[in-house]
């Protein structure tokens, strides 16, 4: 795990929180691993949260971080959802590769938009408002933490199912 090293314990924040950022992408892109389409798609809770669904949600929370907030594009331009709730929505074409792919892509991507700025460069593309780049950081870290907290109860319960 590269967040417990001790070369991470005195880097700059910056890196820090790409490590850690990157350690929580990871968990929630490998939290499909080995898992069967249903057993991705199983509803476990009464709302719209699956595992597939939470990895798709995922995929939309990088993109109106990074490419919303940093491009200031919107929504439709990017090509997601308006809401939240939306973004949980699976399609019949939807499979555990695809979301996989879909949320590697916008992982790249949101690196790639947040390369050449700084913790303390103000995003303007956000309906919050204007924020800096480090406060977008901190927000996609609680955001990632909480889901992965979420997939991680959910891959135990389904494959709980299955022994």
Known sequence: ????EPAVFHAPFRDQFEVFLDEHRSRMHDSLNGLTEEQARRALV???????GLVKHVTFVEKVWFDEAIAC?????IGIPD????SFDLAAGDTVSSVQEAYR??????RRAAAGLSLDDVVRGNRRGPLPLRWVYLHMLRE???HCG????LREQVLRDVS
Request: charged residues 25%; hydrophobic residues 35%.
């Open 105 to 110: 892509r916008a992982c790249a991507e949101s």
């Open 1 to 4: 795990m590269p967040s417990v």
């Open 144 to 146: 990632l933490a909480q």
């Open 150 to 153: 979420h997939a991680d109860i």
């Open 73 to 77: 594009r919107s929504r439709a331009e």
């Open 46 to 52: 009464p709302s719209k949260t699956t595992l597939l």
């Open 83 to 86: 809401t939240p709730d939306e």
